[in-house]
């Protein structure tokens, strides 16, 4: 049945729209790190990381295995950051998260949440790890980043639905 609502339930979205949306805004939300924004202290989430997660969390379809290293090679260009570090940081969330997708038989948005949420810390926290010297006097700021980014994740996750403009298969 062609005409029948069912027709592409299950196949793979290939659509050029759906194949250049998804790396095009994680992008563009790395690049809102050149933006110049004035604060007594830096809790800028971690746009791209953001897009990224709530793009991989709405549409597994869409991203390939490979693409958090080249996202993150941008990522890293533009924000500051010693290069390798989002590559390697987003790549072994984005694996962590392929291998509890196949263990996890049914997910809901507080699941979606909290996966987010363990990658965010472990990108951020691992970013200090490496970029900060031990001694550096950072933690509490980074802790509230963390915070600040953990509770605007359904803010992204929301935007990366509205720019699918599709519901999530249940």
Not at 31 to 55: N, Y
């Amino acid at each position: 049945m062609r005409g029948s609502p069912y027709a592409g339930l299950g196949k793979a979205d290939t659509s050029t729209r759906a194949r250049w949306l998804a790396p095009l805004s994680i992008v563009i939300g790395s690049l809102l790190t050149l933006v110049p924004f004035k604060a007594s202290f830096p809790i800028l989430p971690p746009v791209g990381l953001m897009m990224l997660l709530a793009w991989r969390l709405h549409r597994p379809d869409l991203l390939k295995p490979w693409m958090p290293v080249l996202l993150g090679f941008v990522d890293d260009l533009v924000s500051g950051q010693p290069l390798g570090n989002s590559m390697l940081f987003w790549t072994v969330s984005f694996i962590a998260i392929d291998v509890l997708d196949t263990r996890i038989v049914w997910r809901d948005f507080l699941q979606d949440w909290l996966l987010a949420a363990g990658a965010i810390g472990f990108c951020l926290i691992g970013g200090r790890l490496v970029a900060a010297p031990l001694g550096a006097h950072v933690d509490t700021v980074l802790l509230i980043q963390v915070i600040v980014s953990i509770a605007l994740f359904p803010v992204f996750s929301r935007l990366v639905a509205r720019l699918d403009g599709k519901r999530r298969a249940r």
